[in-house]
């Protein structure tokens, strides 16, 4: 087995402010992906990325970049935090682009003050 | 209009008794994930699945892909049981792959 570590657990950010979230995993998966949860809905998909150095846009990209700097870590930026943006932030990975299981990060909270 | 349909949004159980949870897609898919998210908001895999069925425990899911649909039977429920239900449908091409969600089925399991 293995595990996606998200950090920080909890983030508070000024309006406009840009905000980086963290994501690590050790399964060794080739794809990733970020996944926004707002309460009590399901999850939209923000980016995801085939491999290192690749990304590729979801349903929600606008206002956001990402970065996979290498095969087990993949970043996302909040670039210009908006009031309506807080939600739970959900890090995943997956052995391939598709057809595999998914596995998901315990998340990072966003409150926007 | 919403691609995957989960019902009911919502269900109080009590403890020791049965149920099932279904989730309706408009998606032409070949698998399906069912997950648990837990008060804190960790996701929990439950079922990876194919057409046909799995059992895990008092968990047991189906899939049926020529009709779109999916189901989750719990039985003998548990408070631990609680938490919200979601489904969720690959959507997959050469150029793209994504888990598309469904709204999710917030359980409570009462004494």
């Known amino acids: 087995g293995g595990i996606i570590t998200q950090t920080p657990k909890f983030l508070i950010g000024q309006e406009g402010q840009k905000l980086t979230l963290k994501c690590q995993q050790n399964f060794n998966h080739d794809t990733m992906y970020w996944y926004r949860q707002d309460s009590g809905k399901g999850l939209r998909l923000i980016y995801y990325?085939?491999?290192?150095?690749?990304?590729q846009k979801g349903d929600l990209s606008e206002g956001y970049d990402a970065s996979r700097e290498k095969k087990s870590s993949f970043s996302l930026t909040v670039t210009s935090a908006q009031k309506n943006e807080m939600a739970v932030f959900l890090c995943?990975?997956?052995?391939?682009?598709?057809?595999?299981?998914?596995?998901f990060g315990k998340g990072t909270r966003l409150t926007v003050v | 209009g919403d691609q995957v349909k989960q019902s009911p949004s919502a269900l109080s159980l009590q403890e020791g008794t049965n149920s099932a949870l279904r989730c309706n897609f408009s998606i032409a898919t070949t698998t399906v994930q069912w997950f648990l998210q837990n008060p804190r908001g960790s996701l929990m895999n439950l079922f990876y699945l194919v057409p046909g069925t799995k059992e895990n425990g008092r968990l047991k899911s189906t899939f049926n892909s020529k009709e779109s649909y999916s189901t989750l039977h719990i039985r003998d429920a548990q408070l631990e049981d609680s938490g919200t239900y979601f489904c969720a449908v690959l959507r997959a091409s050469s150029s793209f792959s994504k888990l598309v969600f469904g709204q999710g089925t917030s359980l409570s399991v009462v004494p």
């Open positions: 990325s085939i491999t290192e150095n690749d990304l």
């Open positions: 995943a990975s997956s052995q391939g682009l598709g057809y595999t299981e998914v596995f």
